[in-house]
């Protein structure tokens, strides 16, 4: 905490309120309204939670103006560079990089418990061939609720370390099987002498009627594209596995929910929405009829894969994955390359126009991710399925901060009520048809 208070004075009683202000490793300073609503009876209006800092936490840090993403400090590119998404999940984790029998025992880990429970496979029968996959996947993980319920105490820490070393290994073939599903072709099992992201391939893309071999130049692609996605502090989609588990809930229900708020467009199914619309655009002559489109606020059509709440910047993570999508559709000598120069057309245009630099609209981390996911031969209804695979071990440990937390309290805003005020009950015979 800072010497540093802020005053406010109530207008009504004219009485002074001092607000601490905590100090931060990394960013701007916090002031504290924890007291603010015993003291004046007020209470604060923050929408979408832009100047709200919901929890402490000590795992990721994102400066949005210098475009800066450190996970424990560590910086992406750096991590992106030398690191792998094993590894990179026990820094989340753990909080620091591991040594090497640390590091061998959690991958033995991750890779010992990658098969799911014959029952739970069973539930994707139920769904209709062409579900879509989030929503499998977001209901498959709910269900594995029901499959560990007695054995997940999550007041301890054993259970949350072996909850966490599931879902991360599970996630992979659950995501798996709703491809599988989707296409009609039979489950694969995983083999876990495989890494994680070449077992991953293996389940998506062999068949028990012919070999398959992983191309490890995907398998790599994916594992930075993992590393990439693993955490960003706290996003809708944490924020709602925090927010679920404040209450004490099932940790797989709560990642569920996580899973349920990462699909929408505005968030992980941005990556799903770019490709979209980059199809849709079909060639560079029509990028100046799509850029006015976007500019226009009578139409609710938005330059998908660009903006962000906190980047006023380029997202370090678009950056690294630009430079990889030139690699990659060279190395596998991918047929996407005419969608990858659109893209780079429309960013080009996109930030020399007033609009977008004004608005401080630079591309995101979906912007390039799924034509990386398309060279790779995962189909667009996947993308976000893939985020999520990556993004688990991010909630896992925002979960696990939280619940570890003795100062955490159920998560319950408040709000700015604008509906009628107290009126009394009126018999059916005595109402009048509201206008
Ligand atoms: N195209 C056109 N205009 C935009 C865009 C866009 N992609 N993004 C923001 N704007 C405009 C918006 O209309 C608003 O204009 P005005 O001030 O005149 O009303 C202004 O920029 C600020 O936008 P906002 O919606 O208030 O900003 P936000 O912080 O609430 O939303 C966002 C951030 C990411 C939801 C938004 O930029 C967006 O919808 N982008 C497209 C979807 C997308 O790429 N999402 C992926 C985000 S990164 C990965 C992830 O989170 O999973």
Same mark, same amino acid.
């Given at each position: 905490m800072s010497d540093e208070r802020y005053s406010l004075i109530d207008p009504t009683s004219a009485r002074r309120l001092e607000l601490p202000v905590l100090e931060p490793t990394l960013g701007p300073n916090v002031l504290s309204l924890a007291g603010l609503y015993s003291h004046s009876g007020v209470f604060t209006y923050d929408p979408g939670f832009g100047a709200t800092a919901s929890c402490t936490s000590n795992i990721t840090y994102v400066d949005g103006e210098k475009g800066i993403l450190l996970y424990r400090g560590y910086p992406i590119e750096q991590l992106a560079e030398h690191s792998t998404f094993i590894e990179v999940a026990y820094l989340l984790l753990h909080g620091e990089l591991p040594t090497a029998e640390q590091l061998q025992a959690f991958d033995h880990s991750i890779r010992t418990h990658t098969m799911l429970n014959e029952s739970l496979l069973r539930f994707f029968n139920g769904f209709h061939h062409n579900a879509h996959p989030m929503a499998m996947v977001s209901g498959v993980v709910a269900s594995m609720s029901a499959f560990y319920h007695d054995t997940t105490d999550i007041q301890m820490e054993h259970d949350r370390d072996v909850f966490a070393h599931r879902i991360i290994a599970k996630i992979p073939t659950i995501a798996a099987a709703a491809y599988k599903h989707s296409k009609g072709q039979p489950f694969v099992y995983p083999l876990n002498r495989l890494d994680y992201c070449s077992n991953m391939l293996h389940m998506f893309? =062999? &068949?028990? =009627?012919d070999s398959y071999e992983v191309d490890p130049v995907a398998a790599q692609a994916l594992d930075l594209l993992f590393i990439l996605h693993a955490d960003h502090e706290q996003n809708c989609s944490t924020s709602t596995v925090r927010l679920a588990g404040s209450s004490g809930t099932n940790p797989y229900a709560a990642i569920a929910a996580g899973i349920s708020a990462l699909w929408g467009p505005a968030h992980g199914g941005a990556n799903e929405a770019v490709i979209n619309m980059l199809e849709e655009i079909g060639s560079a002559k029509h990028i100046g009829k799509y850029i006015a489109r976007a500019k226009d606020r009578n139409d609710p059509f938005r330059l998908m894969g660009f903006g962000h709440r &906190? $980047?006023?910047? $380029?997202d370090p993570r678009a950056t690294i994955i630009r430079k990889m999508c030139h690699r990659l559709l060279e190395q596998l000598k991918a047929s996407d390359t005419p969608l990858f120069e659109l893209a780079l057309r429309l960013e080009e245009v996109a930030l020399r126009d007033d609009y977008f630099i004004e608005k401080n609209l630079y591309p995101n981390v979906d912007f390039y991710s799924g034509i990386i996911y398309r060279a790779l031969g995962i189909p667009k209804s996947m993308f976000t399925v893939m985020f999520a695979i990556a993004r688990c071990v991010g909630w896992v440990t925002h979960w696990r901060e939280m619940v570890a937390d003795p100062g955490t309290r159920i998560g319950r805003p408040r709000q700015l009520y604008v509906g009628p005020p107290s009126r009394n009950y009126r018999a059916i015979g005595e109402r009048e048809e509201a206008a």
């Open positions: 893309f =062999s &068949v028990p =009627s &906190v $980047y006023k910047n $380029y």
